[in-house]
């Protein structure tokens, strides 16, 4: 199994910055994938950032290039998203997530971390 922990959110003026970390435990050496992704009532949760577990080819939904970074210490077992510029339209719930190249690909979960941004 893949335990994921989100930790970092909070509330956070427009402009502001957050980063938010995952601490991956458990099968680690069967991910291939790790993403951020957030949710907001009423909507169906999205892809923000994704990172591979090897080669750190890295990809971003528009909404958040060029102010997200994702990144990963494999040393550490520990992916971060940083967030600078936000705003309020990126108040959401984000969750961490693990990809296991199975068919069909398994995907894990962290509980989640509630980022708000105040305006």
């Known amino acids: 199994q893949v335990e994921l922990v989100e930790s970092g959110g909070g509330l956070v003026q427009a402009g502001g910055s957050l980063r938010l970390s995952c601490a991956v435990s458990?099968?680690?050496?069967?991910?291939?994938?790790l993403g951020w992704y957030r949710q907001t009532p009423g909507k169906q949760r999205e892809f923000i950032a994704g990172?591979?577990?090897?080669?750190?080819?890295?990809s971003y939904a528009d909404s958040v290039k060029g102010r997200f970074i994702i990144s990963r210490d494999n040393t550490k077992n520990t992916m971060y998203l940083q967030m600078n510029s936000l705003e309020s339209e990126d108040t959401a719930v984000y969750y961490c997530?693990?990809?296991?190249?199975?068919?069909?690909?398994?995907?894990?979960w962290g509980r989640g971390t509630q980022v708000t941004v105040s305006p």
């Open positions: 997530a693990a990809r296991e190249p199975i068919t069909p690909p398994q995907y894990y």
């Open positions: 990172i591979r577990t090897t080669g750190g080819s890295t």
């Open positions: 458990g099968s680690i050496a069967s991910i291939s994938f």
